[in-house]
Nanobody, 124 residues
Framework: QVQLVESGGGLVQAGGSLRLSCDAS????????MGWFRQAPGKEREVVAA???????YYTDSVKGRFTISRDNAKNTVYLQMNSLKPEDTAVYYC??????????????????WGQGTQVTVSS
């Protein structure tokens, strides 16, 4: 079992920055793919970014150039640096993990373990 705990959310003005952290316990994450998802009210949960065990990354188009996903395997932690935040980035952000193979790691079905989420609110 893997337990994931997100932190770092909050209220920020448009154009500001936040860094989310996802701390994992129960397993070392060296061989796990990790993802950040978000869910706004009334909308489906969507992928924001993902990082494979090999450090290959993926970003959804709306955050490319603004968000950066990274991992520190020694600390068993994954980060999401969010810059130039926009009101449309407002959502609950979730961390996810899996050690199953996938060709994309862009779907909720690709992941087995989830954190409880952290709220990000961007004011205009």
């Amino acid at each position: 079992q893997v337990q994931l705990v997100e932190s770092g959310g909050g209220l920020v003005q448009a154009g500001g920055s936040l860094r989310l952290s996802c701390d994992a316990s129960g397993r070392t994450l060296n061989s796990y793919a990790m993802g950040w998802f978000r869910q706004a009210p009334g909308k489906e949960r969507e992928v924001v970014a993902a990082i494979r065990w090999s450090a290959i990354t993926y970003y959804t188009d709306s955050v490319k150039g603004r968000f950066t996903i990274s991992r520190d395997n020694a600390k068993n932690t994954v980060y999401l640096q969010m810059n130039s935040l926009k009101p449309e980035d407002t959502a609950v952000y979730y961390c996810a993990a899996t050690n199953r193979f996938s060709t994309r790691y862009q779907s909720t079905y690709d992941y087995d373990y989830w954190g409880q989420g952290t709220q990000v609110t961007v004011s205009s």
